[in-house]
Every structure is written in structure tokens, then in C-alpha cells.
């Protein structure tokens, strides 16, 4: 319980964020001392594709109060599904501070919102500047899922009636009935962000 209380990475706390940063620094510089097939100092990549999902399943329980055997955060900076409790804006704060992105060659953060979020104008107009803050804080890669849990769920019983539900799992998209069910369920369990207020 202490494990899961504690402060995590995803609500712009500057106590965790650093801490992320600084383990990308260590592995930053691990890194470097392994060069290239030509020699040349090497440009590490922070993109998990779809291995959160497969490393998890062979990773014991982590101090963070994460258990054994489940998925990996989903993206280089996203938040452990559930964790990012302040909102959208938390999110894309402590997301912007995690890696260098002149020194590594990739990163990117998952987002998960409800579909109400952005059935108004003034939802789209908070994305694109949620987006524009991001990027001015030196993120680098964002992508969007923007679909309910009911609606996921209901593709996992239904999946005849879902044929077209695109999602995005971690830099790539995919049909979600296509999908593994534990990816399935791991994407379920994001956190499903909605604007403040609404």
C-alpha cells in the first residue's frame, strides 16, 4: 500500500519527475560505451513499440507497487496506467522532462481521452493547445486514443460489431480486435483523461 500511495511520475510532482530524468541520464550514459556496428557513438532510442507489454510479462514486482507479470508503461514517458491522477496538463509536464530529446533519438507519450473530451469545439481547442504546450516544453512525439472503456470492453465481448476500431498502442496503431488480449486489457486500463470540469 506505502508502494502504490507514493508519489508517481505523470502528475508534474518535480520530486519524481527528476527521478525519471535522472534514470534516463544513467542509461543514457551506459549507453555510450557501447558503440555502433561502425564505431561510432550510438543514439539511443526511447520506444517501446509493443515490448512494455512482453518484457512485463517476464518482470517480477517493482518498488513503484507495480505487480509481477503485467505490462510495462506503454510508452517511454507515459504514466503506469492509472497512476497520472492531475489531469491532461500534469501529464504533458512531467512527460516534457523525462528524456533529452537532442540526445535520444526517440520518445513518445500515450494518451487515452474520453470521447466527450473533444465533442466541443472548446475540447478540440484544449487539445491542440495541450499539444503546443507539450512541444514548447521539448516533448517530442504525442499520440491520441480517443475512445471509451465501455466502447473497448465492448469490442473485446463483440468483436464482429468493432471490425474498423483503430487504436493506438505504443508507435504504431492497430485494429483492437486484432490485438493480444492482454494489450487489449493493458490499454483498457489507461488512464481515460478528461478536461477539467467536465
Not at 508503461?73 to 491522477?85: E, R
Not at 523525462?98 to 472548446?122: C, I, Q, Y
Not at 466502447?151 to 492497430?174: C, D, I, M, W
Request: charged share 25%; net charge positive.
Amino acid at each position: 500500500r506505502m508502494c502504490l500511495n507514493a508519489p508517481k511520475f505523470g502528475n508534474d510532482e518535480d520530486y519524481v519527475d527528476r527521478i525519471v530524468r535522472e534514470w534516463y541520464e544513467i542509461a543514457y550514459e551506459e549507453y555510450q560505451k557501447h558503440p555502433d556496428n561502425l564505431g561510432n557513438p550510438a543514439m539511443p532510442e526511447a520506444f517501446s513499440v509493443s515490448g512494455h507489454n512482453q518484457v512485463g510479462i517476464r518482470t517480477g514486482a517493482l518498488p513503484s507497487g507495480r505487480l509481477g507479470r503485467t505490462p510495462l508503461t506503454d510508452a517511454s514517458v507515459s504514466a503506469m496506467p492509472g497512476t497520472d491522477k492531475k489531469g491532461p496538463t500534469a501529464l504533458v509536464r512531467s512527460a516534457a522532462q523525462a528524456v533529452d530529446t537532442v540526445k535520444w533519438g526517440s520518445n513518445h507519450l500515450n494518451m487515452k481521452f474520453h470521447p466527450s473530451a473533444l465533442r466541443t469545439v472548446e475540447g478540440r481547442i484544449k487539445l491542440l493547445a495541450l499539444i503546443k504546450t507539450y512541444m514548447d516544453l521539448g516533448g517530442s512525439m504525442v499520440q491520441f486514443n480517443c475512445v471509451s472503456n465501455e466502447t473497448l470492453k465492448e469490442a473485446q465481448l463483440h468483436p464482429e460489431r468493432y471490425r474498423n476500431l483503430v487504436v493506438r498502442v505504443a508507435g504504431f496503431s492497430a485494429y483492437f480486435i486484432h490485438l493480444d488480449k492482454t494489450l487489449q486489457d493493458e490499454i483498457i486500463r489507461r488512464t481515460e483523461l478528461r478536461w477539467e470540469g467536465g
